[in-house]
């Protein structure tokens, strides 16, 4: 499985796969990991509720967590206060939801503060909704709280082309290089060269000629990386978060000289600590370093970058924090045919330690190495006891259980498996993922349930509901009931009720059986 983005938020993290789907654990207070319930979660664990929707991006606020589908579709959940889930009312959601207001438009871009939310659409138009005070929502009224998604009608001559928020306030970047900031100006956080809240957004004149290419917002201060790398911070200064040397707050954006020479490609801040990324792949982190969030082995604060030691050597290619912790994204060597290895050139999908999966990936069905076998269809499977028994408690039951056919040199026969979903299972064990065509799906989903790999029957389902069309629908149908697997087949009949027209004429239909087909006739409406 490769990781395609990662989001922290307060006590909880998101991520986004390489397949447009959405894991998430920490707190899981107000709903906020999405799995409907408050529970936190100590893994990764995916949110069912997306499945079948491919996510393109994620964000969270200090309550809240939102996604981007393929579409354009926005889906928030979490702590409604304030009106920030933009549902039209305070309600709180543990599961993701539609937001129906900007059904129709196509949002690209995401962010949400502790109080609201803000998005950009393919156009470059902003909206935003949530908390008021302080000009938060930016709409230029205080008063009271925005429930439903509304246009910034400042910005409504700009296309907006980045945008980020944290805390009580927001910036945004042009596609003419200009930096807008607004909301709470306390410790001079918006960059305007004093402490005033601006109700509505502002231009940030000093970095005018700067070329900007992001903005990211803190708790209590904010930061501009430019066309050149360079770093310009500005807000509260009370941890050495903004990386001068002191604790001294600046109101208007200052460049930090500790990282003048080292080109950054991207920044994040938490909210009281910063993070930069280097264009080789290095990090910098300073600021306050309660909870360990700096990664320098102690709790200590620093007021100027310090390298992350533990990461050099490593090529860091995205970076994320909230007021807790932080986390990074790394791009793995990749193994070359010779069975060597070589950085892998960056990319959007970033698989997670792929050398190390595909050494394991190797010693599938691999006799040398194996301490027990299995025959399926007549056929030897070669394994790991220690291994099974580590990832699936079927096999730990199993093995433990003194049966003499689980004696040391004993072949295990598995009945009513085919040979290829049992490597295919095996392979899971062994990697943590696993490629799976629909023509296993059905056979997978029922072998995963067995084996009790509820990830794994998970996978089945999504690989289902995305493959599945006309020219197949019946197959999958007549294959699931004939298996008495009744999640695929509920799946395959959804489908083809929704789409008979296409499907009967189709020569699929011919395989469905005259009771599923009378089944399909009952069902449409």
């Not at 979490?78 to 709180?92: I, V």
């Not at 059904?103 to 908390?131: E, F, M, P, Q």
């Not at 792929?354 to 990936?361: I, M, R, S, T």
């Amino acid at each position: 499985m490769g990781v395609k983005q990662i989001a922290c938020g307060s006590g909880h993290t998101v991520v986004l796969t390489g397949e447009g789907e959405v894991y998430t654990w920490g707190r899981g207070d107000d709903g906020r990991l999405g799995h409907g319930d408050n529970g936190w979660k100590y893994v990764p664990r995916l949110t069912h509720s997306l499945t079948g929707q491919v996510v393109t991006h994620v964000t969270c606020g200090s309550y809240h967590t939102a996604a981007v589908s393929s579409n354009g579709d926005l889906y928030t959940w979490g702590g409604g206060m304030y009106g920030k889930l933009g549902h039209g009312n305070e309600s709180g959601h543990s599961t993701p939801r539609r937001v129906e207001t900007l059904v129709g438009l196509s949002i690209v871009d995401i962010a949400c503060g502790s109080r609201h939310t803000a998005v950009v659409t393919n156009k470059g138009c902003l909206y935003t909704w949530g908390d008021k005070e302080n000009g938060v929502a930016g709409h230029g009224d205080t008063e009271g709280h925005q429930y439903t998604p509304k246009l910034l009608e400042r910005l409504s001559g700009k296309k907006v082309v980045q945008l980020s928020a944290c805390g009580f306030h927001t910036g945004c970047l042009t596609d003419m290089g200009e930096v807008y900031t607004w909301g709470e100006g306390k410790f001079g956080r918006l960059g305007h060269g004093a402490e005033r809240n601006c109700h509505s957004p502002r231009l940030v004149e000093s970095l005018l000629g700067k070329r900007p290419i992001q903005i990211a917002c803190g708790g209590f201060h904010s930061a501009v990386v430019t066309q050149d790398g360079k770093m310009f911070t500005f807000g509260g200064g009370e941890h050495g978060q903004l990386g001068h040397g002191d604790k001294v707050n600046k109101v208007k954006p200052t460049l930090v000289q500790a990282l003048d020479g080292i080109f950054l490609q991207q920044i994040t801040c938490g909210w009281s600590h910063s993070v930069a990324l280097t264009s080789k792949g290095e990090v910098y982190t300073w600021g306050n370093g309660d909870h360990g969030k700096l990664g320098h082995g102690s709790g200590k604060k620093v007021s100027t970058p310090q390298l992350v030691e533990k990461l050099v050597g490593q090529n860091v290619v995205r970076v994320a924090s909230y007021n807790e912790h932080t986390a990074c994204l790394i791009e793995p060597h990749s193994v070359t045919s010779t069975g060597g290895s070589r950085r892998a050139a960056p990319g959007t999908m970033v698989p997670v330690c792929a050398g190390f999966l595909h050494d394991l990936g190797e010693m599938v069905n691999d006799e040398e190495y194996s301490d027990v076998t299995f025959v399926v269809e007549g056929r030897p499977v070669y394994a790991l006891r220690a291994i099974l028994a580590k990832r699936c408690e079927h096999f730990a039951a199993m093995f433990r259980s003194g049966m003499r056919e689980c004696e040391e040199g004993a072949e295990i026969p598995i009945p009513n498996m085919s040979y290829p979903v049992f490597l295919l299972i095996l392979e899971y064990l062994y990697t943590d993922s696993v490629k799976i065509e629909l023509e296993h799906a059905v056979e997978l989903y029922i072998a995963s349930d067995l084996y009790q790999l509820s990830t794994l029957r998970d996978m089945c389902c999504v690989v289902v509901r995305r493959s599945i069309g006309s020219e197949n629908a019946a197959y999958l149908l007549q294959s699931a009931s004939e298996a008495h697997c009744h999640v695929m087949k509920d799946i395959a009949m959804e489908y083809i009720v929704a789409n008979f027209d296409v499907i009967s004429k189709s020569d699929g239909i011919k395989a469905v059986s005259h009771g599923l087909l009378l089944e399909i006739l009952s069902l449409r409406p």
